[in-house]
């Protein structure tokens, strides 16, 4: 079983200063880069996901913009894997499910941001792909979301989302747990 990093949308414009900032991005990006570290000394796929907006009347993610760009803490090598994506879920219409194939890659540890957009939903594509899902909670973020008159905190969101994708879609574990286990 072969086991491959995915960072997932880990761009500009959801940090500090960008369209759409979210809560912890930059904590989360502190520990992907703990993760890809690990990766690369390991010599493990690293696949990284970009999202560029072709929605009209898209706020962020524009192309040709600083906050399209990945974010300083995750910038890829030249050797790892760039996908580019349009929606939500990595897998529809991108070429992540045919390079995963190809290269007999069956396991994801799962990085990124939206917890409660891009990352649900890729974890659950990939699970109906047939992949066993890696989420490590402590290198994902969100943002405060509204509903009627009411607003979840983006703890709230996060902790509701990892405890919905922990169990039948992925285990959700922590960069501390992902640094001790062999993936060799």
Not at 18 to 30: C, F, H, R, T, Y
Request: with cysteine.
């Amino acid at each position: 079983m072969k086991t491959a990093l995915m960072v997932i949308d880990v761009q500009n414009d959801y940090f500090p200063n960008g369209k759409m900032e979210l809560s912890d991005s930059i904590p989360a990006s502190i520990q992907i880069k703990k993760i890809l570290q690990h990766f690369r000394n390991e010599a493990l796929p690293i696949i990284h996901i970009k999202h560029i907006s072709t929605r009209p009347g898209s706020t962020f993610f524009l192309p040709d913009t600083f906050g399209v760009e990945f974010q300083e803490n995750v910038l890829p090598t030249s050797d790892e894997k760039i996908i580019i994506k349009h929606y939500p879920n990595s897998f529809r219409e991108t070429e992540l499910n045919s390079y995963l194939k190809d290269n007999h890659i069956s396991k994801l540890v799962i990085t990124g941001m939206m917890t409660h957009m891009c990352i649900d939903t890729t974890v659950r594509a990939a699970y109906d792909l047939g992949y066993e899902c890696i989420v490590v909670k402590d290198c994902c973020a969100t943002k405060i979301l509204k509903i009627d008159e009411d607003e979840i905190s983006a703890e709230n969101v996060h902790n509701a989302f990892m405890a919905a994708l922990n169990g039948v879609f992925s285990k959700v574990l922590t960069t501390k747990l992902i640094l001790e286990m062999p993936f060799k």
